[in-house]
């Protein structure tokens, strides 16, 4: 039996390339770990049933000498991202039995470098939520402290890996939902700037701010994973090109210590926890023994993000969810005519934060009412990347925490929309602004007898992921290549 | 402040049913939403319009990639495919009709659209 808890990406490709152990039984330890913990835990909605075939595979070609560092690495992936022929329902009732006709990039991505995908995870329906409680399937536990949720939406993923039973997951992040799920299950997650990473074959719900990104054990690992996902896509009208990324990334190299930035006033957001804000100065001084130059910086209309986070998102979730009409693929509910088969699809199909969010959606863009929401909002959108863009000028990194509370208690926070959308408020801005953003473990927080793991965000200009991974690494100790 | 009416004429513009029993609280919880957002009703600074990373019309999210491309328009470039080279009839007919809840000899089916 292997010992998977100390496994990362870097060291098990050590193991698999000298022969310590193969990628069967590799993937045999994993699948064993989740036979057994996720009955308790739910991260997993489906193990797929070709796991060891693939291993195989894989173990053809280390044999071969035809492999990469990726190939023999199982990883889980988020229930919205397409793998062929296998079942993808972004935990919706819509989409229960609908199985994927194409493979999305990121997957085909993964697939080349001989990825072995173990299953599909559990998230909030269409990745809205940021607790994983608002599945069609049922909830996943925090594997820290199973009274506590995991995060969300991307809550399947990070706890897949909190409970070893993946060495590494595919979440995507609209407003946090990488991000905030590593926090509460103590992973690292990349939100990576917007266009760097395809979303073919990603079920859809805010496409402006939509990004897959993976979550993992470490910063190395993340760097890993990003690595082989960045790549120009045809089939992504948003994708960057090679040649801009090159660009923007030529523009300066990371110099030997780089000065991070603090919005303090951010700080003062009602609703963070004592606990985060000690945890957040803690890590600040962390980061000065370590030779950063700590700048404290202002961001002046950041307090506009949240709200205008829940005009634009809406609006493109409402337009983005019209695709689900029970005509061309997932759930049909008939009625007496055509325009009743519609409802009663859509109304069975999706679950109540969805419906909440059609409506609220419907409204804002709706003549009469378009101009005092939809367009304010993207002004205020201008307002806040133009601020980014001011504060990276002065500074290489901005970091905040990355959520305001440690994971809180299931069934917590569900009866008031507002409570849970707060969960967003220091992760959203880099959604809003389409800058990268990176989570790393800073801490514990001790809460009612239990450790609960909290994290600090890094943020950085546009496809700078490099600077992230160089501070994330230093950060957590380890070792910079 | 919205009203059940209002609820119902945004489920009948969103062609979804909405239960009865749900409808007061979409009220209520639409209604505290809207409060919410409604702070950015603060916002009096105008902003030109910035251009999106590719000229694709169909997002206009100002994203810094997008402010990076505007100060060298040399890497603004279509995004859309020449319309040639189409892929061999009927190649994904058979995958995609497998998935379509209702279809007859090669359509997809649904109820009558117009009526006597």
Known sequence: ?481 | MIEIRDIEKLAELARLEVPQEEKETLRKDINSILQYVGQIQDIHEKVASIASPTSSTQSSAPSMVSLSVQENPSLIHTVLREDANPHEANLYTEALLREVPKHERGYVKVKKILHD
Request: glycine share 8%; hydrophobic share 35%.
């Open chain 1, 1 to 481: 039996m292997i010992d998977v808890s100390t496994l990362t990406i870097s060291n098990t490709h050590k193991h698999l390339t000298e022969g310590d152990f193969s990628v069967r039984e590799l993937c045999q330890s994993y699948l064993d770990i989740i036979e057994k913990e996720n009955p308790q835990i739910h991260a997993y909605l489906e193990v797929f049933d070709d796991v060891l075939a693939h291993a195989d595979t894989a173990q053809a070609r280390i044999d071969a000498k035809t492999h990469s560092i990726l190939t023999g690495i199982p990883i889980a992936v988020k229930d919205n991202i397409l793998i062929q022929g296998k079942k993808v329902s972004a935990a919706s009732k819509i989409l229960e039995n609908y199985r994927a006709t194409y493979n999305s990039t990121v997957a085909s991505l993964l697939e080349n470098e001989g990825v072995i995908f173990l299953g599909r995870t559990n998230m909030d329906e269409f990745a809205m939520g940021s607790s994983t409680q608002t599945s069609a399937y049922g909830i996943t536990r925090n594997p820290l402290d199973t009274d506590r949720v995991p995060g969300g939406s991307s809550g399947g993923s990070a706890a897949a890996i909190a409970m070893n039973g993946a060495l590494a997951a595919l979440g995507s992040d609209t407003a946090g939902s990488v991000r905030q799920p590593a926090s509460f299950c103590g992973c690292v997650g990349l939100k990576t700037t917007y266009g760097s990473v395809s979303r073919f074959g990603l079920i859809a719900m805010g496409s402006s701010l939509d990004q897959i990104g993976p979550l993992t054990k470490t910063v190395t690992d993340a760097e890993i994973l990003f690595n082989t996902l960045r790549a120009h896509d045809v089939h992504d009208s948003q994708s960057i090109s090679d040649v801009l990324y090159a660009s923007t990334r030529d523009q300066k190299k990371i110099s030997k210590k780089l000065t991070i930035g603090v919005p303090r006033h951010l700080l003062e957001t009602e609703g963070l926890d004592q606990v985060v804000r000690a945890n957040f100065d803690a890590s600040v001084e962390k980061l000065i023994s370590l030779g950063y130059e700590i700048k404290d910086i202002t961001l002046p209309h950041i307090h506009y993000s949240l709200p205008t986070y829940y005009i634009l998102m809406p609006g493109e979730v409402s337009s983005n969810l019209a695709r689900f009409d029970g005509v061309k693929f997932g759930l049909l509910k008939e009625g007496d005519m055509l325009l009743e088969d519609y409802k009663k699809t859509r109304g069975l199909g999706f679950g109540k934060e969805v419906r909440r969010r059609i409506l609220l959606g419907t409204y804002v863009l709706s003549t009469g009412y378009y101009d005092a929401y939809y367009n304010k909002a993207q002004n205020a959108r201008h307002l806040i990347t133009q601020d980014f863009v001011d504060g990276f000028k002065t500074v290489d990194s901005i970091i905040t925490p990355t959520a305001p509370t440690p994971a809180f208690k299931i069934g917590e926070k569900t009866s008031d929309p507002i409570q849970m959308y707060l969960e967003d408020i220091f992760t959203v801005p880099a959604n809003i602004a389409g800058i990268p953003a990176l989570s790393v473990p800073s801490g514990f927080a001790e809460v009612e007898g239990k450790q609960l793991p909290l994290g600090l965000q890094f943020m950085s200009p546009p496809c700078r992921e490099d600077i992230l991974f160089s501070v994330g690494k230093d950060f957590l100790g380890e070792e910079n290549a």
